[in-house]
C-alpha cells in the first residue's frame, strides 16, 4: 500500500482470521506513537486512521485482546507514505514508469519493497555524487545550502540533475537483483527476499561523477 503525504486512508479491514486462530473481543491497531481502536463484525476488524504526514516507511502492530482480558500482538500492515509534491528523485510511480521489472503494487509488500531500494539507493548516489551546484541548491531560511545528500524538505526547493535521478534507478535495479530468497532468513517480502547491501559498480559511479578526457597535444 502506498499514499500520498495528507492523505486520510479508506478503512483498513483485516479477516480476523489471517490475524489468529483464538477467539478476540478488542483490538487496537498502533502506528507510531498513536493508538487506533478498531471495530470487531462479521469475522473482521476494522481500522480508521487519520491524515497521514510521516512519510516513509509505516510499520505497524495490531494489539488483540483475548475473552479472559489478557492481549497479545501481531504485526500489522505496513504501507509507505511519499510527498505531496515530488522531491525530484525517484517516485514509486515513476520508477515502475521505466522500470519494468519493479516490485508491484499487486504484490504483498511491493511499494515497501520498492521504495526500499530506491530508497537504499537515493543515499547511496547523494552521498557519492558531487554536491549540487549553487543554483541548484540554495539557502533555505534556516537551513542553509543544501546538498545532494540531504532530505528534501519540501518539492520544488532543490532540483534533482537527471543523472542522479538515473543513477538511483540503476542501483536500485543493483540492490534488488543483488537480493537472494532465502525463506530462513526471515527476509521481506512474498518470497523471503533480503536487501542486501550492493556496493556502487563503476558505471553508476560513472554517471554520477562522469570523468573528463584529457587532452593529447601534439
Known sequence: MSYIEGDTPDSIVIELADLTDE???AASLRVGSSTHNGTIAGGDVTFS????????VIRSTI?????GGSSFSVAGPSFVVEPSV????????????????APSEHETGGDVLL???????R????????????DEAPTL????????????????????????????????????NASRTDPASGGIGNDGFVIRPFPMDWV??????PKRGIPVFA
Open 115 to 121: 521504495y526500499t531500494v530506491l530508497e537504499t539507493a
Open 141 to 176: 531560511p534556516g537551513l542553509g545550502t543544501l546538498s545532494g545528500a540531504d532530505t528534501l524538505p519540501s518539492a520544488g526547493t532543490l532540483a534533482v540533475p537527471e543523472h542522479f535521478r538515473q543513477a538511483q534507478l540503476m542501483q536500485a535495479r543493483n540492490i534488488w
Open 123 to 134: 543515499v547511496q548516489c547523494a552521498e557519492f555524487g558531487p554536491s549540487l551546484a549553487v
Open 86 to 101: 515530488p522531491s525530484g528523485w525517484h517516485t514509486l510511480a515513476s520508477a515502475r514508469d521505466e522500470w519494468r521489472d
Open 63 to 67: 494489539r488483540l485482546t483475548r475473552p
Open 23 to 25: 477467539t478476540v473481543t
Open 204 to 209: 553508476v559511479k560513472g554517471i554520477l561523477r
Open 49 to 56: 486512521l487519520p491524515a497521514l504526514t510521516k512519510l516513509g
